[in-house]
């Protein structure tokens, strides 16, 4: 079974353009959760997503936005980037129930110059 | 709101020997998941153990295993006989039980093991 699979894996992009990542959750999952990971931050939720449905929401501008699609891939979005953006992207899926593990993939490297 | 404390940002540990990993969780609910996850340079995360709260008995995996301690909100996590491929970042992680949150892990800082052939 293929694992958690997100695209591109790096990227470099300038001040103030946008960027979409792309997030194939494991087959079955409905699941999909967005993670940002910086070396000041640590881990942080950014949010979830249930059957095309935002089901959940960490602390981050409106900048930040992402949308399900109905086989459960998911992107997400991050317009008018800041050099502060810059961070390990990371999507995880998991099956319904809050007692269900959550796998995670290898992540999008973004760098904002 | 939740959080979750690794107060140890570093350890290093001599191959085949023991080393425990600290946690500290702050939480009001009563019905919750703990896990610890790894994550080596490759950086992809890798789920090392889960315990549910309402279960008392301690979980293993393996060379992994947990000291749950509820009423001190405490999860550690113990290495027996340490492998140099245990040597990565180290996080442990809450999640409540509440329907609708169970996106939602909340994250500590992580410690960051060594292990010395």
């Known amino acids: 079974k293929a694992g958690v699979t997100q695209t591109p894996r790096y990227l470099i992009k300038t001040r103030g353009q946008q960027v979409t990542l792309s997030c194939s959750p494991i087959?079955?999952?409905?699941?999909v959760s967005w993670y940002q990971q910086t070396p000041g931050q640590g881990l942080q939720f950014l949010f979830e997503?249930?059957?095309?449905?935002?089901?959940n929401k960490g602390n981050f501008p409106g900048r930040f936005s992402g949308r399900q699609f109905s086989n459960s891939r998911s992107e997400m979005n991050v317009s008018t980037l800041e050099l502060g953006d810059s961070a390990l992207y990371l999507c995880?899926?998991?099956?319904?129930?809050?007692?269900?593990?959550?796998?995670f993939g290898e992540g999008s490297w973004l760098t904002v110059v | 709101a939740q959080t979750v404390t690794q107060s140890q940002p570093e350890m290093s540990v001599q191959e085949a020997e023991t080393v425990t990993l600290s946690c500290t969780y702050d939480?009001?609910?009563?019905?919750?998941?703990l896990f610890w996850y790894k994550q080596p340079p490759s950086r992809q995360m890798i789920l090392v153990i889960r315990?549910?709260?309402?279960?008392?008995q301690n979980a293993t995996e393996n060379r992994f295993s947990v000291n749950f301690q509820k009423a001190a909100k405490s999860f550690s996590l113990k290495i027996s006989d340490s492998q140099l491929g245990d040597a990565a970042m180290y996080f442990c992680?809450?999640?409540?039980?509440?329907?609708?949150?169970?996106?939602?892990?909340?994250f500590g800082k992580g410690t960051k093991l060594s292990v010395k052939p």
């Open positions: 995880a899926s998991s099956v319904q129930g809050s007692g269900n593990t959550i796998y």
């Open positions: 087959s079955g999952h409905r699941s």
């Open positions: 997503y249930f059957s095309e449905t935002q089901r």
């Open positions: 939480t009001s609910e009563s019905d919750y998941y």
């Open positions: 315990q549910e709260a309402y279960k008392q």
């Open positions: 992680a809450y999640r409540s039980a509440i329907s609708g949150s169970q996106g939602n892990l909340i």
